[in-house]
């Protein structure tokens, strides 16, 4: 697939989305490794497709909305937010804090939902609809847990670590502390980060079995690390589990809407 045409511009919008501030010919052709003529080419196939505009001026290209306008397009239409929103709801209500719901699908696991508890201070305005950072969120570590230890860990290493300022102080660097981090979730049901993915921030997670024995997903409940002690967090795991449960009872028909 990679090699292929829709391969190429495929993995090139997901470079797009992980950039903000665009990407040039040349960071194509390097995530591609491919000749430049040859980004170009792709390059020029997505801005005729009206899913990447080009700055011509400061030679830089980016994603348009028109992919997210499909999503949540598709999002409305296939009515899943219609059957996990009211979950979501109570629980951040009960909390008083951010929950979030991510849906996995292959080895990818991406931020689907949310509702916000908190009604006043800090508020988190997460990447919803992006892909999960394995290695430094309670989503993904609770995620990773499901799987072989050889599996999860070639997962975190093909995304890789990040850049040394790129998550916050607490991020996972080494595959020995990952390792023993997923023994931990795998052993307690559930998984939690600290100030990893961002400096203030914590959360604690659990998978949603879903009803071909496979993954679901994920449920989380997120706020700042000063009220999100991880004895707080160990108090919010049975409503957590509560309603991961209501979400699995859910799953043949969220998982059957999402596969279209």
């Known amino acids: 697939m990679p090699g292929t045409a829709i391969g190429k511009g495929l993995h090139t919008l997901d470079l797009l989305a992980s950039e903000i501030n665009g990407v040039t010919v040349n960071d194509v052709a390097a995530h591609l490794g491919i000749p430049k003529a040859g980004a170009y080419k792709v390059l020029n ?12 001026a400061a030679g830089r290209y980016f994603l348009t909305l028109q992919l997210t306008r499909l999503g949540f397009l ?7 937010s219609a059957v996990y929103q009211p979950i979501l709801d109570r629980l951040a209500e ?4 951010l929950v979030r719901l991510a849906l996995a699908e292959g080895d990818r696991i991406t931020w689907v ?11 988190i305005a997460p990447d919803t609809g992006r892909d999960v950072y394995l290695h430094v969120t309670a989503t993904g570590k609770a995620w990773l847990a499901t799987f072989p230890l050889e599996h999860a860990v070639k997962l975190v290493l093909d995304r890789g670590f990040g850049e040394p300022d790129e998550f916050g102080p607490n991020a996972i660097r080494s595959i020995e502390r990952l390792i023993d981090e997923l ?23 659990m998978v949603i079995p ?35 449960n209501e979400l699995s009872a859910l799953s043949p028909i969220i998982a059957g809407r999402s596969a279209g």
Do not use: F, H, W
């Open 45 to 56: 196939a997505l801005v005729a497709c009206n899913v990447v505009r080009e700055d011509a």
């Open 74 to 80: 598709y999002l409305s239409r296939s009515g899943i």
């Open 94 to 97: 009960s909390t008083g804090e």
């Open 113 to 123: 939902g949310l509702a916000q508890g908190a009604k006043s201070g800090l508020r």
């Open 183 to 205: 023994k931990t979730a795998s052993k307690d049901g559930y998984a939690i980060s600290v100030d990893e993915y961002i400096a203030g921030m914590s959360a604690v997670a």
């Open 210 to 244: 879903g009803y071909d024995g496979a993954p679901l997903g994920t449920l989380s409940i997120a706020g700042p690390t000063a009220r999100m002690t991880p004895s707080q967090m160990r108090k919010l795991c049975p409503q957590l589990k509560t309603a991961a």
